[in-house]
C-alpha cells in the first residue's frame, strides 16, 4: 500500500527513523544496514514494507528496493517474523543473505542471533531456489571476487540480451580489463552486443 516516503528527517537511530512528510511524521523501523546507507541530509526516501496487524501497523524502511525485496522473501518463511529478518538484514548485508541462501551456507545464517538450526535450514530450503530465480545467481559463481560480473551479467538479462553471449562478452571484457566497474563492464558489452 505504500511503496516509499520521501521528506524531512526528523529523527535518526539505529532501529528507526522519522521521516516527515507535508507536516505527518511517519516512524519507520530499519536495519542497521539501511541506518549505515542514510546520508546525513536533511532529504531522505527510503522504501517501505507496511506490515498489518491486529493490534499494530509497522512500517519498515529500506534504503534500496534489493533489500526489501530480500525482507519480504525473509518474511514468507514459516518461522521467520519481520523482527528476525530484520536481525538478519541488521547482521549480513543483504548481499551476504542472499549469497549465502544461493550457496547453501547453514553456518552463515545459523550465525544470526536467534536463528537456529532448523530455521536456518528452512530459509535455505524455502528461499534457494527464488533467489536463484530473482537474482539469476550461477550457483557455481557466488565468490566474492566477480561481484561486478554478476551486476553488469544481471543488468544485461534485464535489458533483454542472450544470457550465453551476454556471458561470453562480458568474461572477454573483465580478462582484458580485471579492475573495470560495473558501468564500465555494461557500456563495454552494450558496444559489443
Do not use: W
Request: glycine share 6%; with cysteine; aromatic share 4%.
Amino acid at each position: 500500500m505504500i511503496t516509499h516516503i520521501q521528506g524531512k528527517l526528523i529523527e535518526k537511530n539505529p532501529t528507526d527513523v522519522v521521516i516527515d512528510c507535508n507536516g505527518v511524521g511517519y516512524m519507520l523501523n530499519i536495519s542497521l544496514h539501511t541506518f549505515s546507507q542514510i546520508p546525513d541530509q536533511e532529504h531522505l526516501k527510503l522504501y517501505t514494507h507496511l506490515q498489518i496487524r491486529e493490534d499494530s501497523h509497522t512500517l519498515f524502511g529500506f534504503s534500496s528496493l534489493a533489500e526489501r525485496e530480500i525482507f519480504r522473501l525473509l518474511i514468507s518463511v514459516s518461522g521467520v517474523g519481520a523482527s528476525t529478518a530484520r536481525t538478519m538484514l541488521s547482521s549480513l548485508t543483504p548481499k551476504q543473505v542472499r549469497e549465502g541462501i544461493a550457496v547453501g551456507d547453514v553456518a552463515l545464517i545459523q550465525s544470526i542471533k536467534g536463528i537456529g538450526a532448523k530455521t536456518a535450514q528452512r530459509v535455505i530450503l524455502d528461499l534457494k531456489d527464488k533467489i536463484l530465480k530473482v537474482y539469476d545467481i550461477d550457483e557455481l559463481s557466488t565468490s566474492k571476487n566477480n561481484t561486478n560480473k554478476d551486476e553488469a551479467l544481471s543488468a544485461l538479462d534485464v535489458l533483454g540480451f542472450n544470457k550465453k553471449q551476454s556471458e561470453r562478452v562480458v568474461d572477454k571484457i573483465i580478462s582484458n580489463q580485471p579492475g573495470a566497474t560495473v558501468e564500465a563492464i555494461i557500456k563495454q558489452a552494450l558496444k559489443n552486443l
